[in-house]
């Protein structure tokens, strides 16, 4: 069963156009929860262009009650700032039950791009072992394009075992956008293939970015095993018409029809 994670960071980014505390990311992670949403993600960035480090305490502490999964992402290496701890503080105060790294730096809009695994791993290494002495589990953001699903296991998604992760994150961008231009089939025997090397190698999978309601059931066909999706872009989209009780509830069943 593939579980649903709802990403509010969108939530957070329109209450700090603003200012003030309205639109409420408790209120609206509570919501989802309410839906059938099996836990929350966020994406706490140094900037902290939407999601902040009070966002994430209170998000801990309504997943904790709720018995829910918190995924907390983030740049590992990213080094503390003002209003900032650092990814790894911040999960040693909350202890997610998830935390997934993604090499993503501060000048991008967005995560892009999986982790290299062609050169050193030692300090990725260490901070996977760190996180897990704390209790949560690991996945990595990992490419999975024609690329990676071309690449040797030396310098391949089977690394991220190697380095002591739990999971891997499917960058699901590149099939998104071959998705909608009608030409899915390349880019989903990719992330297949880079799935099932992940799963021989003892990972779970999850997967995210740029999914929607429109294109995640053939996703979730074409790509057997995926245990988790974090869906945050496009559902919040999709809640501004419809409502985020409604669209919770309809990517559940969307998962469950695929």
Not at 31 to 52: E, S
Not at 98 to 109: E, H, K, R, S
Not at 126 to 137: F, M, T
Not at 245 to 253: G, M, Q, S
């Amino acid at each position: 069963m593939t579980h649903l994670s709802v990403n509010v960071n969108k939530i957070a980014v329109l209450r700090n156009s603003r200012g003030g505390d309205e639109p409420g990311v408790v209120r609206a992670a509570r919501t989802c929860l309410d839906a059938g949403a099996f836990g929350i993600t966020v994406h706490p960035r140094p900037d902290a262009r939407h999601i902040t480090a009070d966002d994430v305490h209170a998000l801990a502490a309504l997943t904790r009650k709720r018995g829910a999964e918190f995924n907390v992402e983030g740049n590992p290496f990213a080094p503390p700032r003002a209003g900032y701890p650092g990814f790894l503080a911040l999960c040693e105060a909350v202890r997610p039950a998830q935390a997934t790294l993604v090499p993503d730096g501060d000048a991008q809009i967005t995560s892009d791009h999986g982790f290299d695994f062609t050169g050193d791993t030692g300090r990725l290494r260490e901070l996977v072992a760190a996180l897990k002495a704390l209790g949560c589990r690991v996945s990595l953001f990992v490419d999975a394009d024609a690329a990676a699903a071309a690449q040797p296991a030396a310098t391949g998604v089977e690394q991220a075992a190697s380095v002591g992760a739990d999971r891997v994150e499917l960058y699901t961008g590149p099939y998104a956008a071959a998705f909608a231009a009608g030409e899915a089939s390349d880019a989903l025997q990719s992330a297949a293939i880079v799935a099932q090397r992940a799963q021989a190698a003892g990972l779970g999978v999850n997967a995210g970015h740029d999914l929607s309601r429109v294109n995640l059931p053939a996703f979730l066909r074409g790509v057997p095993g995926v245990l988790e999706v974090s869906i945050g872009h496009a559902l919040i989209g999709d809640a501004l018409y419809e409502g985020l009780d409604t669209t919770v509830r309809r990517y559940r069943a969307a998962i469950d029809a695929a």
